[in-house]
């Protein structure tokens, strides 16, 4: 099963910027259908972003689209998530997940999560 590392999280003032990364080992990784996700205390698990395993079919969800954006680089066996203009309810834990072939905004689909990463925007 691969293995999922986020890093790239801090704290940050409302309309900065972060760049996540997710670094992926122990499978193939041209194989995996990678999503952003993320929880807020108190919250449900929400899905931010998609890449399909070649990288060209991404999808964002309505409430980061224009501000977030998920690319990856299989050479790396990396995906990140670029988040720009951030607003102080983007605070939240930040996971990256996988899955084979397909990706979906489900998170119960994916087999293999990542330990998180905290993002924190103040006002």
């Known amino acids: 099963q691969v293995q999922l590392v986020e890093s790239g999280g801090g704290l940050v003032q409302a309309g900065g910027s972060l760049r996540l990364s997710c670094a992926a080992s122990?499978?193939?990784?041209?194989?995996?259908?990678v999503g952003w996700f993320r929880q807020a205390p108190g919250k449900e698990r929400e899905f931010l972003a998609t890449?399909?395993?070649?990288?060209?079919?991404?999808n964002h969800a309505h409430s980061v689209k224009g501000r977030f954006t998920i690319s990856r680089d299989n050479a790396k066996n990396t995906v990140y998530l670029q988040m720009n203009s951030l607003k102080p309810e983007d605070t939240a834990l930040y996971y990256c997940?996988?899955?084979?072939?397909?990706?979906?905004?489900?998170?119960?689909?994916?087999?293999?999560w990542g330990q998180g990463t905290q993002v924190t925007v103040s006002s």
């Open positions: 890449v399909s395993r070649s990288g060209d079919v991404t």
């Open positions: 997940a996988a899955r084979l072939l397909l990706p979906s905004i489900n998170p119960k689909s994916y087999d293999s």
């Open positions: 122990g499978g193939t990784f041209s194989l995996l259908a």
